[in-house]
T-cell receptor, first 116, second 111 residues
């Protein structure tokens, strides 16, 4: 099992350019998440999905769009990149959220994005 | 949303114990987690505790939970240089139906 994979690992964009980050998981998890990690701010949830064809907004969704056309893939799009979106982006997946049972989130290795 | 707070930095000498603290605001959290992030990598689950427990021990790791004060701590006994990493406290909020992470505590172990 590869677990959670992310592509690309690194990317540099100019302001106004667009790009898509791809997340894939092979654990048949229902839930998938996109986070951004910034120094001193921890992880903040951008968008998440509770199943194929569904998406929902997290804490910091502005400037991002997502799609979950297939259960194993969760795409994060930046339509018009801004310097404030310079960050490390992490994708995660889990079977169920930790509401009624312990459930682990599995994280990808991250994508380091710089917007100039 | 949920507020999860941690101090940003901690330095300890090799062989000493490390204690990383976390406070949270949502009392409905059922499970509370500690994740470890090594340089250049994603987060990995280190341990977790169910909200009806006060303490959980797992080899060198001890998790203490004070529900009244909404305080969670992670103690690492006999800290090694390989323990140097960022440690994140995380809670699942039943009201927000999502995970909330703290800012992360960067642990440096001095040989």
């Amino acid at each position: 099992n590869a677990g959670v994979t992310q592509t690309p690992k690194f990317r540099v964009l100019k302001t106004g350019q667009s790009m898509t980050l791809l997340c894939a998981q092979d654990m048949n998890h229902e839930y998938m998440y996109w986070y951004r990690q910034d120094p001193g701010m921890g992880l903040r949830l951008i968008h998440y999905s509770v199943g194929e064809g569904t998406t929902a907004k997290g804490e910091v969704p502005d400037g991002y769009n997502v799609s979950r056309l297939k259960k194993q893939n969760f795409l994060l799009g930046l339509e018009s990149a801004a310097p404030s979106q310079t960050s490390v982006y992490f994708c995660a997946s889990s079977n169920l959220p930790g509401q009624s049972s312990y459930n682990e989130q599995f994280f990808g290795p991250g994508t380091r994005l710089t917007v100039l | 949303g949920e507020d999860v707070e941690q101090s940003l930095f901690l330095s300890v000498r090799e062989g000493d114990s490390s204690v990383i603290n976390c406070t949270y605001t949502d009392s409905s959290s059922t499970y509370l987690y500690w994740y470890k992030q090594e340089p250049g990598a994603g987060l990995q689950l280190l341990t977790y505790i169910f909200s009806n427990m006060d303490m959980k021990q797992d080899q060198r790791l001890t998790v203490l939970l004070n529900k009244k004060d909404k305080h969670l701590s992670l103690r690492i006994a006999d800290t090694q240089t390989g323990d140097s990493a960022i440690y994140f406290c995380a809670v699942f909020s039943n009201t927000g139906n999502q995970f909330y992470f703290g800012t992360g505590t960067s642990l440096t172990v001095i040989p």
